[in-house]
């Protein structure tokens, strides 16, 4: 296991290994077929396989996998994203959410001179050290709040907020010492999905910058996902500093940090905050985000839009009428059923969910040929491949799964 979200601790039984994607669906070494609801943890928004992608692919790793020397497909992707989020003035490509979100940190720091860094609980921000307090889905699966191995130095620097408080926010940006920055997921979605209520972004925005601290938005999973230019297109926000992975990398190893010019020109070697990375822009990686960042135009985000709308309805026909306690959490292609609770606006609701019966689910929607992940506190992911005849699968194997 390879990364701990993947273990079924959880939910019981032994993770299929999975050998093939095609589309929406997925295979194992057993030869089961799946429609397949993980999507690679969110890259793979124009599914497993797309033609136009593995073409562009072949054809780029023919090329030459990697120069360490700057390459044009890794300035049309960075193109493509400063073009999409209005926030981002300059971008700096990485390889991994973590090291984008590490790096954004960074730069807060170096920007402020502050050092105190304030987080929501239930946020997932990558392993980073400082951000590994409270920190939604593995640490929750595993029963963990936070990790060993951080040492009290560094953990002591984060301060964590509940979820959708502003006054709770509000009192912590106003202690001492004086933060550097907020950094929030935009749409949580690594405690399960969990939208943001009417006006929370914007007051996080306001309430920082009266501070003088930087808004930080993760967008790892949202950007490029609940709109082209994430949610901070789709709530009208913008933040300082933004994280995109990802979709941005189509299935291989891409993230970036972007924002306005003066934070991001923060950066070695035109600033003094330094960072590096071999494998950053590689012409392999950033070609299959090219590609997928293309076929991502108004139409595919209605289309994202639409059968997330019929999933999530057709859900809640199966939930009123089989009468189990579970509730629909919805952003456009990301959704999460909670068990056991009407709603979750925080990590304390999502805390409060019946984890013994969403194993019982997981068990019935994996054997009904459906593959969400192994934890009630991740998204399902749908991909422009999933189309009515998947999403009937889908409620056929789930109307099964809830009535008994
Ligand atoms: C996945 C994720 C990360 C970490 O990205 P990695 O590529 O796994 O390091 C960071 N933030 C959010 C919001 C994520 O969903």
Known sequence: MNSPVRAWGAVGGEPRFLV?????YVWDADGNEYVDLVCAFGPLIA????????????NAARRGTGFGAPNPVEIELAEAIVEAFASMEKVRLVTSGTEATMTALRIARGATGRARIIKFDGNYHG???????????GSATLGVPSSAGVPEGISELTSVVDYN?????????RADPPPAAVIVEPVAANMGVVPPVPGFLEKVVELAHEVGALVIFDEVISGFR?????????????ADITCLGKVIG????????????????LLAPTGPVYQAGTLSGNPVACTAGRETVRLLDEAAYATLESRGERLENGLREIIASSGVEVCVQRVGSLMTLFFGVSEVRDFRDASATDTAAFARFFRKMIDGGINIAPSQFEAWFLSLAHGDAEIDRILEVAAHALSS
């Open 20 to 24: 093939r994607g095609r589309g929406a």
């Open 47 to 58: 599914g497993h396989a797309h033609p136009d992608v593995l073409h562009a692919l072949s």
């Open 127 to 137: 392993h980073n050290d400082g951000l590994l307090v409270r920190a939604g889905s």
């Open 165 to 173: 408080d502003i006054e709770g926010l509000e009192a912590s940006l």
């Open 226 to 238: 609940v709109a082209r230019g994430g949610a901070q297109e789709r709530y009208g926000v913008h």
């Open 250 to 265: 189509g299935g291989l190893p891409v993230a970036a940090v972007g924002g306005r010019a003066e934070y991001i020109d």
